[in-house]
């Protein structure tokens, strides 16, 4: 047995392990028995270890995965309500000395636009998405430690907590940059991050090694082991993903499996939560050009299941993806979106002329975010722009052991309808306004406890006499 507190990133993603795991998930996926038996598991909301998930995913009788639709559906509900949290990415850097093959800002792309903000810049570029409406970024560089060191990241995130634009603020910023030290985890924390989110890209190593050719990122056990240095760094909330098309999507599914296990296993808590991006366009990348592209069917499965395996886990689904299949996997599972992101470098403030280009995908969502909000609205979501938890401590295990009982449910509810509120007040379109007042409403009729309700109509109320509480 290993000694999991030591484990290297090829102990806790063991290539055998996984092996073994698809060879007997393809010898008893049709053992419909056995299928009925974890679905019963899954029932209990203890979620499903990777040998087990493996074994559903490659089921492939129409009647049992309906039934994991439904699962999913039922847990999402469980946990989630229907709030659906909002946020948007905020691109401060494309510097990058990477050679990943499918991202446009590999050291090598002469095609692209190279562009960093200054601290004016972010000004510019949080006021504009202030004045969308939006309270959570998720900032976003290329890797380079000359044009984006570590000084450079903290100094944004100071300005961008520092700015206070009419009733706006951005109260979390997570943060997506590639992996670092303990030393520099630890100062993340210091500038008060909320979650930070690393993806792997692929589990597979011989893979991984060949899409990253070139640069720090080529080393797999320093970027496999990053959140485990990110925990030692005293960051509990976490961010896993894997860009499905890269690799097998069954190998992936089973190694962010393993990945949640050793998290959990080591530090007690699993990760806060899980994106599942799938490869697009972009300057210079065809997404063709990769063999493991994944139907919309098979993806819906995938979000389905981590709903299911993963049950606290927030999994999170970007504008990469078009309306439909957002529509259609918010259902199955997903409790956070982006919406009205652009992916160049400074594309909120100005569109970026027609002659430079720094985006790093083609957006599929093109809408927003007052589209967007109405479209949840109208689907009986509400869109919840709330960071209480982050803001009043409840990370990591603590926030898991809140939602595992079930009780985030008491606080979550009355502040998503207050942040919601808020939004509709100050930055919604007539139209949005009228359908978020009757939803916030019927809401309101619905709240079962009397407690809540009455905490819901006071923060209600204080909103409508123009007091804004800034702890949510
Ligand atoms: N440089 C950091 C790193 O190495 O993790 C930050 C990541 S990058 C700004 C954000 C993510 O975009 C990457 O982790 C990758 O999964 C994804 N990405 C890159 N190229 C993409 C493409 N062509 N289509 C979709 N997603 C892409």
Same mark, same amino acid.
């Given at each position: ?5 030591s484990?290297?990133?090829e102990e ?6 996984? $092996?073994?795991? #698809?060879?007997?998930? /393809?010898e008893?996926?049709?053992d419909?028995? =056995?299928? &009925?038996?974890?679905? *019963? ?10 040998r087990?998930?493996?074994v ?7 009647e049992r995965?309906?039934?994991?639709y439904?699962?999913a559906?039922?847990i999402?509900?469980?946990f989630?309500?229907n709030?659906?949290?909002?946020f948007a990415?905020l691109?401060l ?6 050679g990943?093959v499918y ?10 636009? $190279?562009?960093k #903000?200054?601290?004016? /810049?972010?000004r510019?570029e949080?006021?504009a =998405?202030? &004045?969308?409406?939006? *309270?959570r970024?998720?900032?976003e560089?290329?890797e380079d430690?000359v044009?984006n ?9 100071k ?6 634009h009419?009733?706006g ?11 670092t030290?303990v ?5 993340l924390?210091e500038a008060?991050?909320g ?11 011989d893979s991984?090694e ?5 640069g720090p990122k080529?080393?797999?056990a320093w970027h ?20 499905f098309?890269l ?10 499996l393993?990945h949640a296990?050793?998290?959990?296993a080591?530090?007690?808590v699993?990760?806060h939560?899980i994106?599942?991006?799938r490869?697009k366009?972009?300057e210079?990348?065809?997404p ?6 994944i ?7 995938i979000c389905?299941?981590?709903?299911i395996c993963?049950p606290?886990?927030?999994?999170i689904?970007s ?11 918010i259902r ?11 992916t160049?470098v400074g594309g909120?403030a100005?569109?970026?002329p027609?002659?430079e280009c720094?985006e ?8 927003t975010?007052?589209?967007?909000v109405?479209w949840?609205?109208e689907?009986?979501?509400i ?5 209480a ?8 295990d603590r926030?898991m052991s809140?939602?595992?009982?079930g009780?985030i ?5 009355p502040?998503?309808l207050?942040?919601?509120k808020?939004?509709?007040m100050?930055?919604a ?13 019927a809401e309101l009729?619905?709240?079962p ?5 009455e905490?819901?109509a006071?923060?209600?109320?204080k909103?409508?006499?123009g ?5 949510f």
């Amino acid at each position: 047995m290993y000694d999991v507190n030591s484990m290297k990133a090829e102990e806790f993603i063991s290539d055998e392990e996984i $092996r073994a795991s #698809l060879a007997y998930a /393809d010898e008893h996926c049709q053992d419909l028995e =056995l299928v &009925d038996a974890l679905l *019963k598991k899954a029932e209990e909301r203890k979620g499903l270890n990777h040998r087990e998930a493996s074994v559903l995913l490659a089921c492939q009788d129409p009647e049992r995965i309906q039934r994991m639709y439904d699962l999913a559906e039922q847990i999402k509900k469980d946990f989630y309500g229907n709030r659906i949290v909002m946020f948007a990415p905020l691109y401060l850097s494309d510097y990058c000395v990477n050679g990943c093959v499918y991202c446009p800002y590999h050291a090598g792309n002469k095609g692209i636009t $190279r562009k960093k #903000l200054s601290q004016d /810049d972010i000004r510019r570029e949080v006021i504009a =998405l202030q &004045d969308m409406g939006h *309270k959570r970024l998720a900032i976003e560089t290329g890797e380079d430690p000359v044009n984006n060191p570590i000084e450079y990241v903290l100094e944004s995130i100071k300005t961008i907590y520092s700015i206070q634009h009419k009733n706006g603020a951005i109260r979390r910023v997570n943060v997506n940059i590639a992996a670092t030290t303990v030393e520099n985890y630890r100062k993340l924390k210091e500038a008060g991050i909320g979650t930070y989110i690393l993806f792997q890209e692929t589990y597979h190593k011989d893979s991984y090694e060949k899409l990253h050719p070139t640069g720090p990122k080529h080393n797999y056990a320093w970027h496999t082991e990053a959140m485990d240095r990110a925990m030692e760094g005293g960051i509990d909330d976490v961010g896993l993903g894997v860009l499905f098309g890269l690799e097998l999507y069954r190998y992936e599914f089973a190694g962010l499996l393993m990945h949640a296990e050793h998290l959990e296993a080591v530090h007690g808590v699993g990760p806060h939560t899980i994106s599942v991006p799938r490869v697009k366009r972009a300057e210079g990348i065809d997404p063709a050009s990769f063999d493991n592209g994944i139907d919309d069917e098979t993806f819906a499965k995938i979000c389905a299941l981590i709903r299911i395996c993963v049950p606290y886990t927030g999994m999170i689904i970007s504008t990469r993806e078009s309306e439909a299949v957002r529509e259609k996997v918010i259902r199955l599972g997903v409790s956070q979106i982006s919406g009205a992101s652009r992916t160049s470098v400074g594309g909120y403030a100005e569109e970026e002329p027609e002659d430079e280009c720094s985006e790093q995908f083609d957006v599929s969502d093109k809408r927003t975010l007052d589209e967007v909000v109405r479209w949840l609205m109208e689907m009986g979501y509400i869109p919840s722009f709330c960071t209480a938890c982050y803001r009043e401590g409840r990370t990591g295990d603590r926030f898991m052991s809140l939602c595992k009982s079930g009780q985030i449910q008491n606080c979550c509810h009355p502040n998503a309808l207050m942040t919601l509120k808020e939004y509709l007040m100050d930055y919604a379109s007539e139209e949005t306004k009228a359908i978020g007042e009757k939803l916030i409403q019927a809401e309101l009729a619905n709240i079962p406890r009397e407690r809540t309700r009455e905490i819901c109509a006071d923060h209600l109320k204080k909103i409508e006499e123009g007091i804004r509480d800034f702890r949510f």
